[in-house]
T-cell receptor
Framework: DTEVTQTPKHLVMGMTNKKSLKCEQH?????MYWYKQKAKKPPELMFV???????INESVPSRFSPECPNSSLLNLHLHALQPEDSALYLC???????????????FGPGTRLTVL | SQQGEEDPQALSIQEGENATMNCSYK?????LQWYRQNSGRGLVHLIL?????REKHSGRLRVTLDTSKKSSSLLITASRAADTASYFC???????????FGKGTKLTVNP
């Protein structure tokens, strides 16, 4: 299985809602990532988990809360979002750390989030 | 901050032609990777070239890396309409856990 899955595919939420995005991989990868992507822009790194521990938080607002329950799952909890948070949220995984010598990232299809 | 800068930002060609995209970066790297993204979808890894490699091939793709010039190029030969997508380079840097993506090249292949 060489797939990263993400649910839901689309999400519409109000600014007072609490929701969660889910990501799963069964490739035995030890690093997992959350990215945010606005239209016509490159992905922006939000969080990196390495061996189930948060290793990078790119100064993301606290209304985004990541969680890694186990080595295959990655969640992103959303609370009190703003309309400007509307974007495509991408999850990715890699065998080792992506900055290393030979670690490609595998991306999921993304969750299209709209905040009203 | 963005490490890679792709050039051109947009490229439109006819089916069957070759497409060349360039990427420049600023600091030393462990690897450079190219990804493709169809509109509104996830990124697909195309090819990874390590800092001690100069050229790599995968099917219709050819990637070169010149570390002295801090640049890379992606050549797609005999392009097809299905190659229409955005292409991003991304660099992995020594001691870093992350990839840094460039701004991307939007390729349109006209049938």
């Amino acid at each position: 299985d060489t797939e990263v899955t993400q649910t839901p595919k689309h999400l519409v939420m109000g600014m007072t809602n609490k929701k969660s995005l889910k990501c799963e991989q069964h490739m035995g990868h030890r690093a997992m990532y959350w990215y945010k992507q606005k239209a016509k822009k490159p992905p922006e790194l939000m969080f990196v988990y390495s061996y189930e521990k948060l290793s990078i938080n790119e100064s993301v607002p606290s209304r985004f809360s990541p969680e890694c329950p186990n080595s295959s799952l990655l969640n992103l909890h959303l609370h009190a979002l703003q309309p400007e948070d509307s974007a495509l949220y991408l999850c990715a995984s890699s065998r080792g750390l992506a900055g290393g010598y030979y670690n490609e990232q595998f991306f999921g299809p993304g969750t299209r989030l709209t905040v009203l | 901050s963005q490490q890679g800068e792709e050039d051109p930002q947009a490229l439109s060609i006819q089916e069957g032609e070759n497409a060349t995209m360039n990427c420049s970066y600023k600091t030393s790297i462990n690897n450079l990777q190219w990804y493709r993204q169809n509109s509104g979808r996830g990124l697909v890894h195309l090819i990874l070239i390590r800092s001690n490699e100069r050229e790599k091939h995968s099917g219709r793709l050819r990637v070169t890396l010149d570390t002295s010039k801090k640049s890379s190029s992606l050549l797609i030969t005999a392009s097809r309409a299905a190659d229409t997508a955005s292409y991003f380079c991304a660099t992995g840097q020594g001691g870093s856990e992350k990839l840094v993506f460039g701004k991307g090249t939007k390729l349109t292949v006209n049938p």
